[in-house]
């Protein structure tokens, strides 16, 4: 499933699994991104792994195709002391076409788009068939 150099290969199960990690900050108001491709998994395949999603608290995700796929890790810091806590939640996970969605919560239930320079990461378990 991983190509050289993207993700980290392990066993689980009998079947070839990838732990795959994004990092990002976000670098506008409106939750614009932009990847820390020092500290992320790439696929040459993937050009945007990361992406405002165009509503309001949510970012899209791509990550290698695959049978199945876990939630390791997701977590928001935030930009500054007394920012505006978030939480983030994952959804709409689809390995077949290796998308899913990010969202940015703030208390009780409301999207809203973090603090520019908030950073976000998320590390997942991919499964080949």
């Known amino acids: 499933m991983a190509k050289a150099g993207c993700g980290t290969i392990l066993k689980g199960s009998g079947k070839d699994q990838t732990v795959w990690k994004l990092e990002w900050t976000y670098t506008g108001a409106g939750g614009e991104v932009s990847l820390d491709t020092t500290q992320s998994d790439r696929d040459p395949d993937i050009l945007t792994p990361v992406a ?13 195709k ?12 935030p ?7 978030m ?8 390995p ?4 899913m ?20 990461r998320l590390i997942l378990l991919l499964e080949r068939s």
Do not use: Y
């Not at 405002?52 to 290698?64: A, C, E, K, Q």
């Not at 695959?66 to 810091?77: D, P, Q």
């Not at 077949?96 to 998308?99: H, N």
């Open 52 to 64: 405002d999603s165009g509503t309001t608290g949510v970012d899209n995700i791509r990550f290698p």
């Open 66 to 77: 695959c049978s199945r796929a876990w939630v390791l890790h997701c977590s928001i810091e």
């Open 79 to 85: 930009a500054a002391d007394g920012t505006l806590e």
């Open 87 to 94: 939480l983030c939640r994952p959804g709409d996970i689809v």
């Open 96 to 99: 077949a076409s290796g998308t």
């Open 101 to 120: 969605n990010f969202f940015h919560i703030t208390a009780p239930s409301t999207l809203a788009h973090p603090s520019s320079g908030s950073r976000a």
